[in-house]
């Protein structure tokens, strides 16, 4: 069966990135959820997508310019409560059994933060959750710090269409998969090939959804997982 996970908890049905988006996903008979990390100014994992806190809070500037506690009472869009910390969100998926795809983002300035890497390999050690650490940037996952480790393939990176080179790749940064942008335009040609395990991400309607099934990855990432459900247990019939 391909698995299904909420890309930022379900981007599409509730806000991203918050407790609320991902308690919703866990209540649902998916198999896995997704968030983005970034480091406070006192070096506590939080969770959110961008590098600062303008698009998706009542805030503004980089996250790395607030302390955990300052961000965890700035609202997020929408809502009432704040940008939660990776420690809670590891309590809430540990309890579902369910599987967290953890992405690494570079910080505000673009850079490749060890200290963030330090920060989470310290949370997973503390909370015995199923975790799949992902990346864009090479070097975060070149260390080989954490257990499971998936190279995230942009649809920009078109030079990296050979499935020999790919599973290479992988190979030398310690990664037992790789994850490829919906649009990546040679993925029915190279997804047969990978070795590991291989996801599609930001499937979001029902055409994609339709067409990242047929190519068989193992997961599917999504911002709208209810419609993903449908589509995969045979509710809905594609249009």
């Not at 990664?175 to 990546?184: A, Q």
Request: charged share 25%; with cysteine.
């Amino acid at each position: 069966m391909i698995t299904l996970c909420a890309h930022r908890g379900g981007a599409l049905l509730w806000p991203e990135n918050s407790l609320t988006a991902f308690r919703n996903a866990v209540a649902l008979p998916i198999e896995e959820v997704e968030c983005d990390v970034h480091l406070s100014l006192d070096g506590e994992v939080m969770v959110h997508h961008d590098a600062t806190l303008d698009r998706m809070t009542e805030g503004t500037g980089p996250i790395a310019h607030y302390t955990a506690e300052q961000l965890s009472l700035i609202p997020i869009r929408g809502l009432t409560e704040g940008m939660p910390r990776l420690a809670e969100l590891l309590e809430l998926v540990a309890e579902s059994g369910k599987l967290l795809r953890l992405e690494i983002k570079a910080d505000h300035e673009n850079r490749h933060d060890p200290a963030l890497l330090a920060a989470v390999r310290r949370e997973l050690d503390r909370v015995p959750a199923d975790v799949r650490v992902m990346s864009f940037q090479p070097a975060t996952l070149a260390p080989g710090l954490f257990d499971e480790q998936d190279l995230l393939i942009r649809p920009q990176d078109m030079g990296w269409h050979d499935s020999e080179l790919l599973n290479a790749i992988a190979l030398a940064l310690h990664c037992s998969g790789i994850g490829f942008g919906y649009e990546t335009g040679f993925l029915p040609e190279t997804l047969p090939g990978i070795t590991g395990i291989t996801n599609i991400w930001r499937a979001d309607t029902e055409e994609a959804l339709v067409r990242s099934f047929a190519m068989r990855p193992d997961s599917i990432t999504t911002d709208d997982p209810v419609l993903a459900l449908k589509l995969r247990d045979g509710v809905m019939k594609p249009a």
